[in-house]
């Protein structure tokens, strides 16, 4: 090979080793990078924290590996813009790679506008509302529109009704912007008020107390937190009732010993992940480190900015790490007054917000504004045992229950062995007072919600002393808003639970919480039962109006004579009275009038009679005359059984329309109750137009309570429209009471307790628990139909079994009409012996009484045969011709005469 080529060879080889080396130099990051910090006068902590995250970076050194960081820290006044801006001019002079801090919003504010002119990276870890002005600043505190949003999902997890918002300082008006103008919180009923900075707090935590705001959202700081509440533990509102949630991310720092067995549910958030083991291992390295020497680091540490500093230098790191592979770095002094900037701040900015890793605070990464939004929050309750978490949150799955068995658990335990105050009214059945013989208890409360409540208080191991409310009423709410009966015992607190036959209302569910329905029932109608009627006498013509009686007698009569005419002018219907002799003088007719009579009667009776029609024509009309008769009779048979049978009581209404149509028959309802607001507040026209009747009505038809309503109702003309189940009650041992139509609504009745009650839950379980049992429909069996109850059942039972029987009553008439009929005959048969007697000759006859009583003991012996009346020979030979047969008739006809 030539020389000149082997000499071009060598210098193509010795350019590719120089190239390479020039470039394996020139990815490499310089051995040290210098990092400025800003801490205002009162930052030790955060300033001994930042020098510990730089040491533990440089010690390690497992994200830069040949790389060192160098900390310049400068202290400025808290609030001076103007020495802050000097500061930063100082640093980056001296070439720094970013700067961190400081916490005020006016130094902060001065640093990020010149960082954005030198395109200098700015690194924040604080509290702050405005997005970056520039694409210089990264802030690793969470942004407030995405903690609000935590804020809201949470409080519309726990679906309150009623919550205040109290704060200290005006940015937390900012903080909490997202929960107030969403709409479903602008929906309930929010009170936002501001602690007065010259008074305690007590003050407006009293003015909450007044108002029955039991839903708290506190926004202080966290120096002032324990203030608050100890504030309002003396004003008696750290009970189980009660709800707090502190807006502050550092409550998890404040000593809650104090209040951990107080009873209210105090719920906080916490950004810092204690269960990370980095976490753990610093904390312990932070104990023995000589910057922390006569402090507290477990407290110190655990406060967020102090996390999120650490959180800072180690995300600075990472981003050169990611440079150091592709991008040469180079650190340049920049000076504010040129205002030449530094060309790589903008790779080392974009570099920074690129970077994610999981730090002591959770996930860290921003958006392409330098935010961060992407983060997770950890919800946590004050417990008997201190601080748990319940939830957490995070921008993309939202709010997530983790412990509600944990939480759970604590509220039975703290039920175990408590006593409750329990509100209620006396109505049978369902709460009764007995008194008894026992000084140490002169009386007891008894009846179904007794007995039910004893049964839960069994499950759950507490106790309870039930009071009477003192005006006797179940809750209804004014015109002002003000509610009273035993709502107003649970809103104002003196109460944790009330019982009784309370219904499920919306416009109390607005004012207390219900647990599940251990009843359901409707609005009746409860009237008198309608007098019953007396039968008539004559019942037995009911079948048949009296048109049709008189039709039926014109008919008898009309068809007699009819059949009487007919018959004599058939010539069929003449016979010869003696068929031995062919050639009879004379003929007779069978139908006279009173045979034809007998014989009309007969048919119509159904009878039958010795005398029938001979001829076509008679016949005929017989006939006709028994199809009228079969018709007739059998519709009379089948009607007679209704009327005498069915008792027709009468009633004069038999639904709501009715009763609604009338205007003679008051109606009225408890006042105060769930069934006077079901008419008031009805769209249906009926109801509407019942509660403007009720309402104008004078004397009022409105009750105090169920018993002066049945009352009224027994007087007569009065309906009380009151619950399905008391009606049930009542008809069970008042025969005179009855149910008209059907239930005008279905609802329930439940056991009410206080807003936000942490017992609701357990007690509805038990309820549930009981009714699948079968208890429930056991206990009202028992308070129902066992004790007193089934009177008017077991009279309802025998009237039907007795239903095809017929009273005295209802077939009186027709034994009255048999006794009349014998009283008739008896007399016609005294004319008849009369009549006789008095044909005798004077000289044979005794005198009537004597022939009279003759004759009756005669009847009375019950002999069979009778001697003919003979007392001579002579009357034997008269009274033989008088009765000797005809030995010739003579018949006449036109042309001779036959003797």
């Known amino acids: 090979m030539a020389p000149e080529h082997l000499r071009a060879i060598k210098q193509l080889v010795a350019t590719l080793c120089l190239f390479n080396i020039i470039k394996f130099k020139v990815c490499i990051l310089p051995d040290v990078i210098r990092i400025g910090a800003l801490f205002e006068n009162d930052d030790d902590i955060l300033e001994r924290a930042f020098r510990h995250a730089v040491s533990k970076i440089n010690e390690e050194s497992q994200i830069l590996t040949h790389t060192k960081l160098e900390a310049h820290i400068e202290r400025i006044k808290r609030h001076d813009s103007f020495q802050a801006s000097r500061k930063v001019c100082e640093l980056l002079n001296q070439g720094m790679a970013a700067i961190f801090g400081p916490q005020s919003s006016e130094s902060s504010s001065a640093i990020q506008s010149t960082c954005s002119v030198l395109e200098v990276p700015h690194i924040q870890y604080r509290w702050d509302y405005r997005s970056p002005r520039n694409n210089q600043t990264v802030n690793l505190y969470p942004h407030p529109d995405a903690i609000g949003v935590a804020y809201r999902d949470f409080i519309l997890e726990k679906n309150w009704k009623t919550l205040a918002i109290l704060y200290e300082d005006s940015d937390a008006l900012i903080r909490l912007q997202i929960l107030l103008r969403d709409p479903e919180i602008r929906q309930k009923n929010v009170i936002v008020r501001q602690f007065n900075p010259d008074q305690e707090y007590r003050k407006l935590l009293k003015e909450m107390g007044r108002n029955g705001v039991k839903n708290m959202i506190i926004d202080v700081a966290a120096e002032n937190i324990a203030t608050v509440l100890e504030h309002a533990q003396q004003m008696d509102m750290m009970s189980e009732y009660y709800n707090y949630i502190i807006i502050n991310l550092d409550m998890h720092t404040v000593n809650m010993e104090p209040f951990q067995n107080a009873g209210p549910n105090i719920t906080g958030f916490r950004l810092i992940d204690e269960d990370a083991s980095t976490y753990k291992e610093l904390l312990q390295e932070w104990k023995q480190h000589p910057l922390w020497y006569n402090t507290e680091p477990d407290i110190q540490f655990s406060k967020t900015e102090v996390v999120l500093i650490y959180d800072a230098v180690v995300l600075f790191a990472i981003a050169l790490n990611s440079l150091d592979k592709n991008y040469q770095l180079r650190v340049k002094p920049v000076s504010c007054d040129t205002e030449k900037t530094w060309p790589q701040g903008m790779a080392l900015a974009n570099a920074i917000k690129k970077v994610k890793f999981n730090g002591l605070t959770g996930n860290v990464a921003f958006d392409e504004n330098g935010l961060r939004t992407d983060f997770k929050l950890t919800v946590m309750d004050i417990t008997n045992e201190g601080f748990k ?104 607190g003196r109460a944790d639970l009330a019982i009784g036959d309370i219904t499920i209302t919306y416009e109390r569910e607005e004012a207390v919480d219900f647990t599940m329905p251990f009843m359901n029932l409707g609005i009746g109608i409860l009237f008198k039962k309608p007098t019953k009627k007396i039968p008539k006498l004559f019942s037995f013509l009911s079948p048949l109006s009296v048109e049709v009686w008189l039709y039926m007698v014109t008919a008898f009569l009309g068809v007699s004579l009819f059949l009487f005419i007919l ?73 007679l059984a209704a009327f005498l049978t069915v008792e027709r009581l009468g009633a ?51 009750t105090e309570d169920n018993d002066k309503g049945v009352e009224r109702v ?74 007193g109850g089934g009177r008017c059942r077991k009279e309802e039972k025998s009237t039907s079994l007795s239903a095809s029987e017929l009273d005295l009553a209802n077939v009186g008439g027709v034994f009255l009409v048999l006794t009349c009929g014998m009283a008739i005959a008896i007399f016609i048969a005294v004319i008849e012996f009369y009549w006789k007697s008095r044909k005798m000759p004077k000289d044979h006859r005794e005198p009537l009484c004597v022939e009279f009583c003759r004759e009756f003991k005669f009847v009375v012996s ?23 047969p005809l030995t010739r008739y003579t018949v006449s006809t036109s042309k001779d005469t036959f003797s």
């Open 567 to 639: 018959a004599r002018f058939s010539p069929h219907e003449w016979v010869n009275p003696h068929p031995c002799n062919p050639n009879p003088e004379t003929l007779e007719n069978q139908f006279n009038l009173l045979n034809t009579l007998w014989f009309t009667i007969g048919c119509l009776m159904q009878q039958g009679c010795d005398i029938t029609p001979r001829a076509l024509s008679t016949r005929l009309a017989a006939g006709m005359w028994w199809f009228f008769t079969l018709i007739m009779v059998s519709s009379y048979t089948a009607n």
């Open 389 to 492: 978490q319940m939830g957490i949150w995070t921008y993309s799955t939202r709010f997530k229950s983790t412990d509600t068995q944990t939480r759970a658990l604590d509220i039975i335990q703290s039920l175990k062995n408590k006593t409750l105050a329990v509100t209620s009214k006396l109505n049978a059945p369902y709460i009764t007072k007995v008194y008894t013989n026992n000084p140490n208890m002169p009386f007891k409360y008894e009846g179904y919600c007794v007995d039910l409540l004893d049964a839960i208080a069994y499950e759950l191991g507490f106790n309870y002393v039930i009071r009477e409310v003192a005006d006797n009423s179940y809750g209804k709410r004014d015109s002002l808003g003000e509610w009273n009966g035993m709502i107003r015992e649970l809103v104002d």
């Open 714 to 787: 027994l007087k007569g003309n009065y309906a009380f429209l009151m619950e399905s189940t008391s009606i049930e009650y009542r008809v069970e041992r008042n025969c005179e009471l009855t149910k008209i139509g059907a239930n005008l609504d279905s609802k329930g009745y439940g056991i009410a307790l206080p807003t936000g009650s942490p017992y609701r839950t357990l007690i509805s379980d038990s309820i549930l628990k009981l009714q699948e049992k079968g208890e429930l429909r056991m206990l009202k069996d028992r308070w129902w139909k066992l004790k």
């Open 652 to 702: 004069p209404i038999e639904n709501v329309e009715d009763l609604a149509k009338q205007s003679h028959i008051q109606y009225g309802c408890v006042q105060s109750g769930s069934t006077q607001s079901f008419f008031k507040y009805s769209n249906y026209s009926t109801y509407k137009r019942m509660w403007t009747v009720m309402e104008s009505a004078r004397p009022s038809v409105f």
């Open 862 to 884: 019950c002999q069979t045969s009778k001697p003919a009346p003979r007392d001579d020979e002579d009357q034997r030979i008269d009274n033989s011709l008088r009765f000797m």
